[in-house]
């Protein structure tokens, strides 16, 4: 049984940081593509960034680029999404999300419905 367990979110102001974490556990996750998504009041559950377990190749959407970092500790199975500069706009709820990876080291999925498992969720609160 995989379980991502999140943690970090809360409130914070506008321009300031936050951290949130997802520890994974039930499997190994060599293989798997490991996601943060969120979704605003209204809007569709969008891709924020995403890492390659095995080769720790990483992607972002444009939307934070340069402002949030993701990154893993393979001793903990724990992904982490650092949330830097943070905006009115990114308050959402954050999901972290598992994909089994396919044979390529650097193909990352961006889409909701390519990954398996999922966290429970964390409200980010960006106040202005």
């Known amino acids: 049984q995989v379980q991502l367990v999140e943690s970090g979110g809360g409130l914070v102001q506008a321009g300031g940081s936050l951290r949130l974490s997802c520890a994974a556990s039930g499997r190994t996750f060599n293989t798997y593509a490991m996601g943060w998504f969120r979704q605003a009041p209204g809007k569709e559950r969008d891709f924020v960034a995403a890492?390659?377990?095995?080769?720790?190749?990483?992607r972002y959407a444009d939307s934070v680029r340069g402002r949030f970092t993701i990154s893993k500790d393979n001793a903990k199975n724990t992904v982490y999404l650092q949330m830097t500069s943070l905006k009115p706009e990114d308050a959402a709820v954050y999901y972290c999300a598992g994909r089994p990876g396919s044979g390529s080291l650097y193909y990352i999925p961006m889409k909701s419905n390519e990954y398996n498992y999922w966290g429970q969720g964390l409200q980010v609160i960006v106040s202005s």
């Open positions: 890492i390659k377990w095995s080769s720790g190749y990483t």
